[in-house]
C-alpha cells in the first residue's frame, strides 16, 4: 500500500470559486500514485461478515462475535475495542432491527 498522503509529484493550489486542486510539478506516467488517503468509512462485503474481522478486515478462522448485536466479528479484544466508537451506533441500530441491512446501506 501507498504512504498515505502526497507524493512530490504534486502541490496543492487553490483556486478561486473551485476549490482546491492538485498540481502536477513532475511528469506522471499512468500507474503512479500521486494521492493516498485512507477510507473515510468502510463495511465488510456481506459474504465476509463471519469471515474477517470487522476492524483490521483480516480473515481468521476464528472470529469473537459482538455479543451485542452477534453481526460484528473481530480477531480479539484488541480489534474489537478499537472498533467500538464505530460499531457503538451499528450495534444499537442492529440489536433494535434485529438483522443488519445489505452492505450498500450499512
Ligand atoms: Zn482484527
Ligand atoms: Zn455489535
Known amino acids: 500500500m501507498?504512504?498515505?498522503?502526497?507524493a512530490e509529484t504534486?502541490?496543492?493550489f487553490s483556486s478561486e470559486g473551485k476549490g482546491?486542486?492538485?498540481k502536477a510539478v513532475k511528469e506522471l506516467w499512468a500507474g503512479d500514485v500521486i494521492f493516498a488517503e485512507r477510507a473515510y468509512a468502510a463495511v465488510v462485503f456481506d459474504s465476509l461478515t463471519?469471515?474477517?474481522c470487522h476492524t483490521c478486515f483480516k480473515r481468521h478462522e476464528k472470529l469473537h462475535r459482538c455479543?451485542?448485536?452477534k453481526f460484528a466479528h473481530y480477531c480479539d479484544r484488541t480489534c474489537q475495542k478499537d472498533g467500538w466508537v464505530k460499531h457503538k451506533s451499528e450495534c444499537t441500530v442492529l440489536k433494535k432491527h434485529?438483522?443488519?441491512p445489505n452492505e450498500n446501506i450499512r
Open 10 to 12: 504534486v502541490e496543492l
Open 50 to 52: 463471519h469471515l474477517v
Open 20 to 22: 482546491r486542486g492538485l
Open 2 to 6: 501507498p504512504k498515505e498522503g502526497m
Open 98 to 100: 434485529g438483522k443488519a
Open 67 to 69: 455479543g451485542q448485536c
